[in-house]
C-alpha cells in the first residue's frame, strides 16, 4: 500500500526507449519495389532452374531392378531366402561412354530404415570404441542385445545387425572374355563418420578387442573380418557399415556402394556389354522390398534430380507472370501512393 | 488470508457473542469479578501470499492450476512413464523454465508485499504501559493498549480515542487512504476519560468487526472510585480507523478495540478480482482447437499405425524384430502407448512458451504506460499507474465508456459564480475590482437591477459563513497551502484584519469552500472557530462570534445539512442549505416560485446549485431538540434512523432565503477527449450522482450531447405526467421510445461508416436513480424493460445517467458488460464513489484526481487527468492490442508449420513415432530460434504511428470486437501454417528423391533431411514476422538478424563437437554438410520463397488501409487534416472555459 505513492513520485524517463519513439525504419512493401524485384528475382530463379536443368539432364543413370521377382531375371532362383550362397548375373550393355567417374549405388524400397525403434537400437559408445559396452551393450539393442548364450552382441542392435550384404562384381565382357572393373570403397562413406564419430577399440590387433563377444547374427563374418583385403577397413570404420548406419530418410533410398575410379574405367564405363554378378545375400521379398543398382555419375548438384530444375523454372517464371499481373492491376486501378 | 481464515475458524466462540468487551490498559475492573484477559488477534498485517517455508509446495500448486501448465506436466510425466520419441528434457526443461520464471516474478511480488507489511508491522509507536512510555514495533499492540500517535502519523490499529491534545477534546483525520474522502474529519473524545489515563479503569464494549467504516456502535463503562460505573455511548465520531492519519492536533492517547486483520481497514482490504482479457478467451478457443488437431493427429498416426502393420511382413520385418517383452505386451495397451507417444511427438504444438511470451509482454509492455511521460502530471508530479499488466490489450478494445462526472469531466474544483438574493440576482464577476469598487460605495453586493434589502442580503451572507462545516488552516508560514486538501489558500489584502496572512480552508465539499470564499467576496469573511464559537467578519470589520449548538451533518439521502447556532444575542438560529429538491417541500411555496427559475436556470448552465434556508428557533423548539438530538445521539441502536428521524423533524417550517450557484469547472480538454472516443466507435455513459439539469449541461459542454441529438428522457418527471401509475406510464414511455429509436430509424449496425458527420440522427437517453431501479426492480416485467431500457441505450449514442448511487453504477455496467456480445466496458472515475463500477467493468480507470486515492487503488490503469485516456485507449490499447493479436496468431501459426512436417513424416517411417527434428530442435525452437523477435515485435511493433493513431480515432475502430483474434483470421493463419508445413516437408520430400545431394556422390540420411526442413522453417518463420514488422528499430533488427545468426552459430556448434553428456551424436556433422552441398541450398532458398510468395503479393495487392508511415506520405496526412479542421471548425476550440455554453 505504501510503496504505489513512493514509485511514481518521479518523473518518467525521456529517453527514445521508454517513450516509443526509437528512430525506426518503416519499410512500404510497395509496388515500385515489389514489381522490379519479383522480376529480378523471377530472372535470376529461371537462369539457375535452366542451369540445374541442363545439369540434370546431363547426368547419365542406369537402374537395374535385381530382386529376381520376374521368372525372367537370372536373380529369380535366388529370391528363395533359404538359398544361401546363391549367386546371380545381371547382364546390360552401354551403347555410348558412361562418363566418369561413376558411382555405384545399390537401392532398397519398403524398407524402413527411418523406424524409430530400428534407428534407436544401436549402442554408439560401443561403436565409438568404449570396450565397457562391448561387455554390457545397451538395453536399446535387444533383441540383439546378447544372444541366446548371453554373450554380448557386438556391434548390437538392429541396425548393425541388418547390414545390407549383397556383394557385387562388374565385368565387362570384351569379345567374350570378362574383364573385371575396378571398385574403389574408399571415401563413400562421411568424413566425420570415418574419422571421428565411429572408432574401433585401440587394440592391436583388432580381434582381441572382440574376445568374449560374438558377431550379429545376420553376418556372416565378425566385424573385424569385414574387408580382409584392407586392415583398416574393419571393425567399426568399415566404409560399408558406415554407410549402412547413417539411416535413410525415406523406405525407398539409395546408398553408395563403390566409385569407379581406376584404371581403365577412370574416364567411365566404355561402350559394351557388362556383366554384373551379385552374390545374393540380403532378403527383402518377406516384407515386399525390392533391390537395386544405380549407375550414375554426379555432377556439382549431385546427383540426377530434375525436381530442383522444374521447381526452379516453374517459381522463377510464376514471379514473371506475377509482376506482369501487378503492373496491369497498378496501370489499371493506380493506387493513390503512385501518383 | 490463511491466517484470516484460521482467526475466524478459532475465533467461532467469540463471534457467537456480538460484542467484545476490551479492558482499557489491561487493567481489571471493579465490577467484574475475575480479570480473564480475553484473547484477540495480534495486530500484525499479513498481505503476502507465502512464506519461505511454504512458498515452494504452496506456488507449484498454484501454477499447476493452470490448465495449460498442468498440460505440460501430464506431457512431462508421460514422456517420462512411456517409451517416447523424445527424451522428457525437451518439455521437461521449457516446463522448467516457464514455472521458474513466473515462481521468481511471484516471490518477488510477494517479498514486496513481505517488505510493505514489515514497514507497517515494525514502525515503532508509543504504548502506555503502567504508567511509563514505552515504544513497541507496531505489530505487538494488543487490544486494550493504550496507544499514543503523534500528528502526521497513522494509526497502527483501530482506536477509541480516549485524550487529544486539543482544547476541545476533539482531533482531525484524514481518511482518505481509506475511503478516499481527503477532508479532515474531527472525532470526539468520550467524555469524562480527559485527565489521568494511567488510573483510568474502563471497559469497552463494542460490537465484533465488521468492515463498514462508518458504522461503530458500543459503549464505555467508566469506573470512578466506588460510584456508580458512568456509561458513554461510542460512535464512529470516537473510532480511530487504523490507515487514517491525525492531522492538526499535535498527540492523542487511545485504547485499541480492533487489531490486526480485524482492523476496518483489513477487513475492506479485498484482493480485487483477477480480471481476464478477451484475448485471453480467444486464445483458449484457439488452444482448444490446436488441441483436437494434437488429438486428431495423434489418432490418425496411431490408426495407420496399426493397419500399416496388418499388411503382411510389416508387422515385424526381420530386420527390425521386436523384443521380447513388446511381443508380450497387450495389443490394446500398445495402441494406447503409441497414441501418447505421439501425443507427446506433437505436443509442440501447443507452445509453453506462448504463455511465458505472453506474460513476458504484458509485464514488460505495461511499462511503456508508466513510463509515457505524456501521462505525467506536473501538478501532481505523477504519470500513469498500472495495476494490472494483464488487461494491456483490452484498452484496445473498448466498447463502452462509462464516466463519472464530478472530477472526472469536470475538475471538482469549485467557483462561486452567483447567488440569489430573495428573488434577486447577483453575479459577481470579476471579483477583485468589484470588492474594491463595492468597498467604497453603499453596498458590497453588486447589483443587476434591483437588490434586495440589506437584512436579507446579510442573513443570506451569514447563512453562508455559518452553515458549513469548514475548518480555517492556520497557515505557518512555510506551510505548503497546496497539497492534496481541497483548500483555496486566499490572499487578502492589506486592508484585512490579518495582512499578508494566508488562510486557508479545508472542508469535506469544494463547494463548500466554494461557498465561504464566495462570501468572503462579498465581505463576509469566516475567520474560523474559536472552541465552540464560530467568529465571522461582517462588512464593517466586525467580528460577530456565534455558538455552535448542532451539526445537522450532510448526508446522501437527505442532500441537505444545518447548523443550529446561538447568536451574541441569543437567538438562535438553524441556517440549512441543500438541494433544491430536498429544500423546497421544507419551505414556504411563494419563496420557491421566487427562487427556483434562477436555480433552473442556473442548473441548465451547468452550474452546481444549493438553496440556503432558514430558521429561527425558540427556546422550547430549541430544547426539544436539543433534547431529541442528544438522545438520538446516544442511542445504541438504529441510531441513524433515530437520528434521521429528529432531523427530518428540526428541519421544516424554514424560509427560503436564496439559492447559490458554483461553477464546475470542465476538465482540460474534456470534449476533445469525448469527442474521440465517440468517432473511435465507443459509446460513452456519462453516470453520475448529481442532478440531471447539472450532469446534462455538462453532457452539452462534452459535446456527449450535440445540437442535433434528440434527447429521450426517461425520469421521475416524464413519469408523473398524466397522474397514472408510474409503472403503466414507464411501459409506456420506454416503448415509445424504442420505437424511436431502435425500430424506426435505419438500424446503426453499420458502425464501421457511422463517423460524426453523418447525417443519422443522433439519440442521447437520460434517465435517472428513481427511475432506473423501477426498471430494475418493477417486479414480473422487469426483465422485459431491462431488455426495452438496453435495447433503447444501445442505439443512443450517449446516454446519461443522473442521481446514481454507487451500486446503481456497478449495476448498469454489470447490465451492459453482460449483454449480447459482451461488450467491453470501461470505467473510469475519480471518486470512492466509483470504485464500485471500476471493479464491476472489464477495465476500471482510476484518476489520480482530488478524491483522494480509492478509485486508483481499485483500477487496474490510473491515469492523471481525464485527457490521457485519448492516448491510453487510442494509442496504447490499439498498439497492444494488435500485439499481442498478431504474438497469438503467429505463435500458433509457427507451431503448426514446426509440427506439420513431423506428422507427415511418420507416413515415411512407417508410423514409428521417429521424430524429423533432433531433441535440440525441438527443445530450442520455441525457446531461443523464434521467441525473441516475435517478443521484440510484440513490445515495439507500431503499425501505425503513435500520432496518427491519435488524430485519427477511426482507426481503432479497425481492431474493434476482437478483429484480429476472430476466426477468420485464425483461419488465415492456420492455412498459412499448413502450406508452409506441407512445403517444407514435401519440397525437401522431392529433394530426398535422390539422397544424393553432393558432389562426392554420398547420401544424406534422415537427420539431413530433418535439418533442411528445420532450417527453411526457422528462416521462413523469421522472415515472416520480418515481413510484418513495420516499425525496424535496432532492438527488431538486432533480434530478426540475431536469432537467425544464433541458429547458425548454434548449429554448428551442435554439430561440430562430440558432446560428451550425449550418448547419441545424431547432428554430427549434418549441418556442416549440408552447407556443403549446393541442392541443399538452393532448395532452402526456393522453398523460403515459395512459403513467402503468398503473403508477398497479398501485401502488395491489398489496397493500404492505413495511412502509414509520418515520412512516406506528408500529402496525405495535411490533406487529412485539412479536411477534418474544416469540417470541424466548433471542436477545434478548448471547452474547458466554455463550459456554459448552452444550445
Known amino acids: 500500500m505504501m510503496k504505489e505513492e513512493l514509485e511514481t513520485t518521479n518523473r518518467p524517463d525521456n529517453t527514445a526507449f521508454t517513450q516509443q519513439r526509437l528512430p525506426a525504419w518503416q519499410p512500404m512493401l510497395s509496388a515500385g519495389i515489389v514489381i522490379p524485384g519479383f522480376v529480378l528475382i523471377g530472372l535470376a530463379f529461371i537462369g539457375i532452374g535452366v542451369a540445374l536443368f541442363i545439369t540434370s539432364q546431363n547426368i547419365t543413370v542406369l537402374e537395374k531392378d535385381y530382386t529376381g521377382v520376374e521368372t525372367t531375371s537370372d536373380c529369380y532362383k535366388c529370391s528363395n531366402p533359404s538359398d544361401k550362397n546363391c549367386t546371380c548375373k545381371l547382364e546390360f550393355s552401354l551403347s555410348n561412354l558412361f562418363e566418369g567417374p561413376v558411382f555405384f549405388y545399390y537401392g532398397l524400397s519398403n524398407y524402413f530404415q527411418s523406424q524409430r525403434s530400428y534407428g534407436a537400437s544401436k549402442d554408439e559408445y560401443q561403436l565409438s570404441g568404449d570396450l565397457d559396452y562391448f561387455k554390457t551393450p545397451i538395453s536399446a ?196 501512393e503512385d501518383d | 488470508m490463511l491466517r484470516r481464515r484460521l482467526n475466524r475458524l478459532f475465533g ?91 515462481a521468481i516474478k511471484q516471490g518477488y511480488e510477494d517479498w514486496l508485499r513481505h517488505k510493505a507489511d514489515n514497514e507497517v508491522n515494525k514502525y515503532l509507536v508509543t504504548v502506555l504501559e503502567d504508567g511509563r512510555r514505552t515504544r513497541k514495533e507496531s505489530e505487538k499492540i494488543k487490544v486494550g493498549d493504550v496507544v499514543e500517535v503523534v500528528e502526521d502519523e497513522t494509526f497502527p490499529c483501530d482506536l477509541i480515542l480516549l485524550q487529544s491534545s486539543r482544547e476541545d477534546e476533539t482531533c482531525f483525520v484524514t481518511t482518505a487512504s481509506l475511503d478516499g474522502e481527503s477532508n479532515h474529519k474531527t472525532h470526539y473524545t468520550v467524555p469524562d476519560t480527559e485527565k489521568g489515563l494511567e488510573s483510568l479503569s474502563a471497559t469497552v464494549e463494542c460490537e465484533q468487526p465488521q ?180 488487461l494491456n490489450e483490452e484498452l484496445g478494445q473498448v466498447e463502452y465508456v462509462f464516466t463519472d462526472k464530478t472530477g472526472t469531466l469536470t475538475q471538482n474544483s469549485m467557483e462561486f459564480i452567483e447567488c440569489c438574493i430573495d428573488g434577486f440576482q447577483y453575479k459577481n464577476r470579476d471579483s477583485s475590482t468589484e470588492l474594491d469598487g463595492f468597498c467604497v460605495t ?60 494566508l488562510r486557508g480552508f479545508i472542508a469535506s465539499s469544494p463547494d463548500e469552500v466554494a461557498l465561504v470564499k464566495g462570501a468572503m467576496k462579498y465581505g463576509f469573511t469566516f475567520l474560523g472557530m474559536e472552541s465552540k464559537n464560530m467568529r465571522v467578519m461582517n462588512r464593517d470589520k466586525d467580528v460577530e462570534t456565534y455558538e455552535l449548538l448542532h451539526v445537522l451533518n450532510f448526508d446522501p439521502v437527505r442532500r441537505r445539512m444545518s447548523v443550529i447556532v446561538r447568536s451574541n444575542c441569543g437567538d438562535i438560529m438553524l441556517f440549512c442549505k441543500g438541494a433544491d429538491s430536498s429544500i423546497f417541500p421544507r419551505v414556504r411555496q411563494e419563496e420557491v416560485d421566487r427562487i427556483s427559475m434562477h436555480v433552473e436556470r442556473n442548473a441548465t448552465e451547468g452550474y452546481r446549485t444549493l438553496c440556503v434556508a432558514y430558521k429561527l428557533l425558540s427556546s422550547e423548539e430549541y430544547a426539544q431538540a436539543d433534547a431529541g438530538l442528544r438522545e438520538a445521539r446516544l442511542a445504541l441502536d438504529d441510531r441513524e434512523e433515530k437520528l434521521m428521524a429528529v432531523y427530518n423533524q428540526v428541519e421544516t417550517g424554514m424560509s427560503l432565503i436564496g439559492a447559490t450557484a458554483v461553477e464546475d469547472r470542465l476538465q482540460e480538454e474534456a470534449a476533445e477527449t469525448m469527442e474521440a472516443l465517440q468517432r473511435a466507435g465507443m459509446k460513452v455513459w456519462v453516470l453520475t450522482g448529481d442532478k440531471m439539469e447539472t450532469a446534462k449541461s455538462t453532457c452539452y459542454a462534452c459535446r456527449l450531447f450535440q445540437r442535433g441529438t434528440e434527447l429521450l428522457e426517461l425520469t421521475v418527471r416524464t413519469l408523473e405526467d398524466g397522474g397514472r401509475r408510474r409503472e403503466e406510464r414507464l411501459h409506456e414511455v420506454l416503448l415509445d421510445y424504442h420505437k424511436r429509436a431502435v425500430q424506426d430509424p435505419p438500424p446503426v449496425k453499420t458502425r464501421v461508416t457511422r463517423s460524426w458527420t453523418s447525417a443519422k440522427q443522433d439519440y442521447g437517453f ?148 521417429q521424430p524429423l527434428y533432433d531433441a535440440a530442435y525441438l527443445t530450442m525452437y520455441n525457446i531461443c530460434f523464434t521467441s525473441m523477435p516475435i517478443l521484440a515485435y ?46 517444407f ?159
Not at chain 1, 577399440?201 to 584392407?230: C, H, I, R
Not at chain 2, 460484542?19 to 490498559?25: D, H, L, M, N, P
Not at chain 2, 505557518?476 to 496572512?501: F, R, W
Not at chain 2, 553432393?998 to 523469421?1022: A, E, H, K, P, R
Open chain 2, 442 to 501: 453603499d453596498g458590497p453586493v453588486s447589483m443587476l437591477q434591483q437588490k434586495a434589502g440589506r437584512e436579507e442580503e446579510e442573513l443570506f451572507l451569514r447563512a453562508l459563513c455559518l452553515c458549513h462545516t469548514v475548518q480555517v488552516k492556520e497557515s505557518t508560514g512555510q506551510e505548503d497551502g497546496v497539497g492534496d486538501q481541497v483548500d483555496g489558500v486566499l490572499g487578502l489584502d492589506g486592508e484585512m484584519v490579518h495582512p499578508a496572512e
Open chain 1, 141 to 336: 539393442c535387444s533383441p540383439y542385445q546378447y544372444d541366446a548364450n548371453q554373450n554380448p552382441i557386438v556391434p548390437c542392435g538392429s541396425l548393425a545387425n541388418s547390414m545390407f550384404n549383397d556383394t557385387f562384381k562388374l565385368y565387362q565382357i570384351v569379345n567374350g572374355t570378362k574383364k573385371l572393373v575396378p571398385f574403389d570403397g574408399k571415401g563413400i562413406a562421411w568424413w566425420t563418420d570415418y574419422n571421428i564419430k565411429y572408432r574401433n577399440p585401440s587394440v592391436t590387433p583388432l580381434k582381441n578387442a572382440f574376445n568374449g563377444t560374438v558377431k550379429p547374427s545376420f553376418w556372416s563374418k565378425p566385424a573385424y573380418e569385414l574387408d580382409t583385403s584392407d586392415p583398416s577397413n574393419n571393425g567399426f570404420v568399415n566404409q560399408d557399415f558406415l554407410v549402412w548406419m547413417r539411416r535413410a530418410a525415406l523406405p525407398d533410398f539409395r546408398k553408395l556402394y563403390r566409385r569407379i575410379t581406376e584404371g581403365d574405367y577412370a574416364r567411365g564405363l566404355p561402350a559394351g556389354n557388362y556383366s554384373l554378378e551379385i552374390a545374393y545375400n540380403y532378403p527383402v521379398l518377406s516384407f515386399g522390398g525390392r533391390k537395386k543398382v544405380v549407375f550414375s555419375n554426379v555432377s556439382w548438384m549431385g546427383g540426377k534430380n530434375q525436381f530442383l530444375g522444374i521447381a526452379y523454372l516453374v517459381v522463377g517464371s510464376l514471379c514473371v507472370v506475377m509482376s506482369m499481373v501487378m503492373l496491369i492491376v497498378y496501370a489499371k486501378f493506380k493506387f493513390p
Open chain 2, 211 to 390: 468492515p463498514d467504516l462508518y458504522k461503530f456502535v458500543g459503549r464505555m463503562h467508566i469506573y470512578k472510585n466506588d460510584q456508580e460505573p458512568a456509561v458513554r455511548s461510542l460512535g464512529p465520531e470516537n473510532l480511530l480507523l487504523k490507515g487514517a492519519t491525525l492531522k492538526n492536533t499535535q498527540k492523542i492517547y487511545g485504547v485499541a478495540v480492533y487489531s490486526g486483520m480485524e482492523t476496518k481497514m483489513a477487513l475492506n482490504y479485498q484482493g480485487k478480482s483477477q480480471k481476464r482479457s478477451v484475448v485471453e478467451k480467444s486464445i483458449n478457443a484457439f488452444l482448444l482447437v490446436y488441441l483436437c488437431i494434437l488429438v486428431s493427429k495423434a489418432l490418425v498416426c496411431t490408426t495407420l499405425k496399426y493397419v500399416w502393420q496388418s499388411q503382411p511382413g510389416q508387422e515385424e520385418p526381420w530386420y527390425n524384430q521386436k523384443t521380447q517383452k513388446e511381443k508380450d505386451a497387450n495389443l490394446y495397451l500398445n495402441m494406447f502407448t503409441d497414441f501418447l507417444s505421439f501425443m507427446v511427438l506433437f505436443n509442440f504444438i501447443i507452445p509453453v512458451s506462448m504463455y511465458v511470451t505472453v506474460e513476458m509482454q504484458k509485464f514488460l509492455g505495461s511499462f511503456f504506460i508508466s513510463w509515457d511521460k505524456d501521462f505525467f502530471d506536473p501538478e501532481i508530479q505523477e504519470g500513469a499507474l498500472v495495476n494490472t499488466s494483464d
Open chain 2, 938 to 983: 510484440s513490445l515495439l511493433e507500431q503499425h501505425i504511428c503513435m500520432e496518427v493513431l491519435m488524430s485519427n480515432a477511426t482507426l481503432y475502430r479497425d481492431v474493434a470486437k476482437n478483429a484480429m483474434l476472430r476466426w477468420s483470421p485464425f483461419l488465415y493463419w492456420t492455412l498459412l501454417g499448413v502450406y508452409q508445413g506441407l512445403l
Open chain 2, 766 to 913: 437520460i434517465i435517472d436513480g428513481a427511475t432506473l431501479s423501477l426498471v430494475f426492480n418493477s417486479s414480473p416485467d422487469s426483465s422485459h424493460y431491462k431488455s426495452l431500457f438496453l435495447q433503447i441505450c444501445q442505439n443512443c449514442t450517449t446516454v446519461l445517467c443522473c442521481r446514481m448511487a454507487p451500486l446503481q453504477k456497478a449495476q448498469i455496467v454489470n447490465m451492459v458488460k453482460n449483454s449480447k456480445g459482451s461488450p467491453i466496458t470501461l470505467s473510469i472515475g475519480d471518486g470512492a464513489n466509483d470504485v464500485s463500477m471500476i471493479l464491476e467493468a472489464h477495465i476500471g480507470i482510476g484518476i489520480k484526481g482530488k478524491e483522494g486515492r480509492q478509485a486508483v487503488r481499485n483500477s487496474d490503469y490510473a491515469i492523471p487527468k481525464l485527457k490521457h485516456l485519448k492516448k491510453l485507449l487510442l494509442g496504447h490499447g490499439h498498439l497492444y492490442y494488435v500485439r499481442i493479436a498478431h504474438l497469438v496468431q503467429y505463435f500458433f501459426y509457427k507451431n503448426l508449420c514446426f509440427i506439420l512436417p513431423q506428422f507427415l513424416y511418420q507416413f515415411f517411417c512407417g508410423s514409428s513415432q
Open chain 2, 12 to 102: 467461532r466462540d467469540e463471534r457467537r457473542v456480538d460484542s467484545r468487551t476490551i479492558y482499557v490498559g489491561h487493567r481489571p475492573c471493579p465490577a467484574t469479578d475475575a480479570f480473564i484477559p480475553p484473547k484477540f488477534c495480534d495486530n500484525r498485517i499479513v498481505s503476502s501470499k507465502y512464506t519461505v517455508w511454504n512458498f515452494l509446495p504452496k506456488n507449484l500448486f498454484e501454477q499447476f492450476r493452470r490448465i495449460a501448465n498442468f498440460y505440460f506436466l501430464i506431457i512431462f510425466l508421460v514422456q517420462v512413464i512411456v517409451d517416447t520419441p523424445t527424451s522428457p528434457v525437451t518439455s521437461g526443461l521449457p516446463l522448467f523454465f516457464v514455472i521458474t520464471v513466473t
Open chain 2, 985 to 1143: 516437408f514435401f519440397g525437401v520430400r522431392f529433394l530426398f528423391s535422390n539422397p544424393a545431394l553432393q558432389d562426392n556422390g554420398q547420401v544424406f540420411g534422415n537427420w539431413s533431411y530433418g535439418t533442411i526442413v528445420f532450417t527453411v522453417l526457422v528462416f521462413t518463420v523469421t522472415l515472416k514476422l520480418a515481413m510484418d514488422t513495420r516499425h525496424w528499430t535496432w532492438i527488431n533488427h538486432f533480434v530478426i538478424w540475431g536469432s537467425l545468426a544464433f541458429y547458425m552459430v548454434f548449429s554448428f556448434f551442435w554439430g561440430g563437437i562430440i558432446w560428451p553428456f550425449l550418448r547419441q551424436q545424431r547432428l554430427y556433422f549434418v549441418f556442416a554438410n549440408m552447407l556443403r552441398s549446393v541442392s541443399a541450398w538452393l532448395v532452402i532458398i526456393l522453398l523460403i520463397l515459395l512459403s513467402l510468395l503468398p503473403e508477398i503479393l497479398l501485401l502488395v495487392l491489398r489496397k493500404p488501409r492505413w495511412p502509414h508511415s509520418r515520412q512516406k506520405k506528408p500529402l496525405v496526412q495535411s490533406g487529412e487534416g485539412e479536411t477534418q479542421s474544416s469540417a470541424r471548425p466548433l471542436l477545434m476550440r478548448t471547452f474547458s472555459d466554455e463550459s456554459n455554453t448552452i444550445l
